[in-house]
Nanobody
Framework: QVQLVESGGGLVQPGGSLRLSCVAS????????MGWYRQAPGKQRELVAR???????DYADSVKGRFTIARTNAENTVSLQMDSLKPEDTAVYYC???????????????WGQGTQVTVSS
């Protein structure tokens, strides 16, 4: 019923920029929050940035000042502008949404399949 589709990943040089986008589609009733997580080899999945329906944002300390999360295009879309990328930003980035669907009255977490971001050394 719900799909999260990420786009915008790729290969960049250190100091470069990428913009990730995620669109939640399907039988979505409302979205409480959307965010981005990442997982590097040998590491646990970690929160990168998150934005609530009310507009409040949270960022990992490691990306503050470099990444910006925003709601774009439509209410079911979130973007992550990544500037001044570093090799340690290399990871698979996953879109996450806490949302309600037509078939259930409570919110649940949904995940995209991930998009690879590689920052060369």
């Amino acid at each position: 019923q719900v799909q999260l589709v990420e786009s915008g990943g790729g290969l960049v040089q250190p100091g470069g920029s990428l913009r990730l986008s995620c669109v939640a589609s399907g039988r979505v009733v409302s979205i409480n929050a959307m965010g981005w997580y990442r997982q590097a080899p040998g590491k646990q999945r970690e929160l990168v940035a998150r934005i609530s329906s009310g507009g409040s944002t949270d960022y990992a300390d490691s990306v503050k000042g470099r990444f910006t999360i925003a709601r774009t295009n439509a209410e079911n879309t979130v973007s992550l502008q990544m500037d001044s990328l570093k090799p340690e930003d290399t990871a698979v980035y996953y879109c996450n949404a806490n949302l309600r669907t037509v078939s259930r009255g409570w919110a649940g977490n949904y995940w995209g399949q991930g998009t690879q971001v590689t920052v060369s050394s």
